[in-house]
């Protein structure tokens, strides 16, 4: 039972590095989404993709870029890491866009930028 | 401004003890769906509550989505070291089925 699986775990850039972060779900949702992690902010929206072959930003975007791979993988790419992307991200998948879906959340992605 | 307010944003409190937490704001919603998170994990959903006045019971938790759902409660009888972990509410962020917006949650820590 893999569900929601981000990789890597734990990164440190440093500023201006480029990193890609991975996610894939083997649920067969259509759905799938980005979202960071700070600590009094909650979770907030980086990215969507509502189905295979479309993305939308969220309510943090920029920065950061997205590709829906296919119906599995959705990544995450910062270009040039800045300090205030020091985050904790989490991918998470549904089966449709409708928010009374459930959302499954991966383990997330620990990231620090010096 | 904050679409989701829960409060409270911190609680400690002893095993067997009671306790309740709130998701509240001034918009009404289609549904609204509870998390918990745990340390080191992501969120794991708990429930989806769609109709105004419903009550869930979810072994020791009971969720109830307000008449009017513009607002929702978490009660946790008898609290066990368990329960600790994040409690997240979340609503339609669009109201057009998009995706979901996040309150900042409460923080329960239940110490034995």
């Known amino acids: 039972n893999a569900g929601v699986t981000q990789t890597p775990k734990f990164q440190v850039l440093k500023t201006g590095q480029s990193m890609t972060l991975q996610c894939a779900q083997d649920m067969n949702h259509n759905s799938m989404y980005w979202y960071r992690q700070d600590p009094g902010m909650g979770l907030r929206l980086i990215y969507y993709?509502?189905?295979?072959?479309?993305?939308d930003k969220g309510e943090v975007p920029n920065g950061y870029n997205v590709s829906r791979l296919n119906k599995r993988e959705f990544s995450l790419r910062l270009e040039s890491a800045a300090p205030s992307q020091t985050s904790v991200y989490f991918c998470?998948?549904?089966?449709?866009?409708?928010?009374?879906?459930?959302?499954?959340f991966g383990d997330g992605t620990r990231l620090s930028i010096l | 401004t904050q679409l989701l307010e829960q409060s409270p944003q911190f609680l400690s409190i002893q095993e067997g003890e009671n306790l309740t937490v709130y998701c509240n704001s001034s918009?009404?919603?289609?549904?609204l769906q509870w998390y918990r998170q745990e340390p080191g994990e992501g969120p794991v959903l708990l429930v989806t509550?769609?109709?105004?006045?419903e009550v869930k019971k979810l072994k020791r938790l009971t969720f109830q989505f307000g008449d009017a759902r513009k607002d929702s409660s978490l009660h946790i009888t008898a609290a066990q070291p368990g329960d600790t972990g994040l409690y997240l509410c979340?609503?339609?962020?669009?109201?057009?089925?998009?995706?979901?917006?996040f309150g900042k949650g409460t923080t329960l820590s239940v110490s034995s």
């Open positions: 918009s009404v919603f289609s549904s």
């Open positions: 998470a998948s549904s089966e449709s866009r409708y928010s009374n879906q459930p959302q499954h």
């Open positions: 993709s509502a189905s295979e072959g479309t993305t």
């Open positions: 509550v769609v109709t105004g006045g």
């Open positions: 979340a609503v339609d962020r669009y109201q057009a089925g998009t995706a979901l917006i």
